[in-house]
């Protein structure tokens, strides 16, 4: 919220997991969240001062490792789970403001939790409801941390 306070609903997820038992999966995915503000007044940036209006975007893409733990082993039921990713993203900072623009960019160490809901659809596929959050310190010319809460609702089916 330092650079861009608006919640997004833009962004594409796509996980792949597989169980190593009955209540237990790992797997892998990868994201694009995009974020925009609008903001207008006064902007300080180190020893410049400019007055007029900012565009703001944030593009992240993880990519993590995971690992998950179902509450229930029943595929046709409901199943609560918890899981965790590590990984990497790639986060693009830029500031339109006028004619000039600035962009800052990094890869960044990054770590995900997550909570969600299974929900048994039969044939093997489910409905799958979750939140995670997104959290990657600081690094390269990148203004602050990235935190950010996602939110997910999909499709998922395996054999």
Do not use: C
């Amino acid at each position: 919220s330092d650079f861009i306070s608006n919640y997004s609903w833009r962004g594409l997820n796509m996980e792949m997991r597989w169980f190593v038992n009955e209540q237990f999966s790992a797997g892998v995915f990868f994201n694009w969240n995009t974020f925009y503000q609008k903001l207008s007044g006064e902007f300080v940036d180190g020893t410049r001062t400019l007055t007029g209006t900012q565009q703001r975007y944030i593009n992240v893409f993880p990519v993590m490792v995971e690992g998950h733990y179902y509450f229930t082993d029943d595929f046709s039921a409901v199943r609560p789970y918890l899981g965790a990713g590590i990984g990497t993203q790639y986060t693009r900072q830029r500031t339109d403001m006028g004619i000039f623009r600035s962009d800052r960019d990094a890869w960044q160490f990054a770590v995900a939790p997550s909570l969600g809901v299974l929900f048994g659809t039969g044939g093997g596929s489910s409905v799958n409801l979750a939140i995670r959050y997104y959290y990657a310190p600081k690094a390269g010319n990148l203004l602050s941390e990235v935190t950010y809460l996602g939110t997910s609702l999909g499709f998922a089916w395996g054999n």
